[in-house]
């Protein structure tokens, strides 16, 4: 059963900007964290930006947002550089247990 469906990611010039979408299950949606991830090749997955923090590389260029209406988060991305390009995934942690879902990952790919 797939909890987490992300959208939106694509190829872009450096400068540019794309919305990434994941919508959840209404369950996991009201009772967990979300956030964005995002892994670069040969490196491990970071946290990019969420309900509760943002990421200093992405910061003042990435903005998270979700519509509770829709069960679903959103990241702007603006003023995007090369070395943002990598495969974002959504996340979601429930509050009570910790547990993690995942979405299946979007690839950015940002041209020089």
């Known amino acids: 059963q797939v909890q987490l469906v992300e959208s939106g990611g694509g190829l872009v010039q450096a400068g540019g900007s794309l919305r990434l979408s994941c919508v959840a299950s209404?369950?996991?949606?009201?009772?967990?964290?979300m956030a964005w991830y995002r892994q670069t090749p040969g490196k491990r997955r970071e946290m990019i930006a969420g309900?509760?923090a943002t990421a200093n590389s992405v910061r003042g260029r990435f903005i998270f947002s979700s519509d509770n209406a829709k069960n679903t988060i959103y990241l702007q991305m603006n003023s995007l550089k090369p070395e943002d390009t990598g495969v974002y995934y959504c996340?979601?942690?429930?509050?009570?247990?910790?547990?993690?879902?995942w979405g299946q990952g979007t690839q950015v790919t940002v041209s020089s």
């Open positions: 209404a369950r996991i949606f009201s009772d967990s964290a």
């Open positions: 996340n979601a942690r429930e509050v009570g247990s910790g547990r993690e879902y």
């Open positions: 309900n509760l």
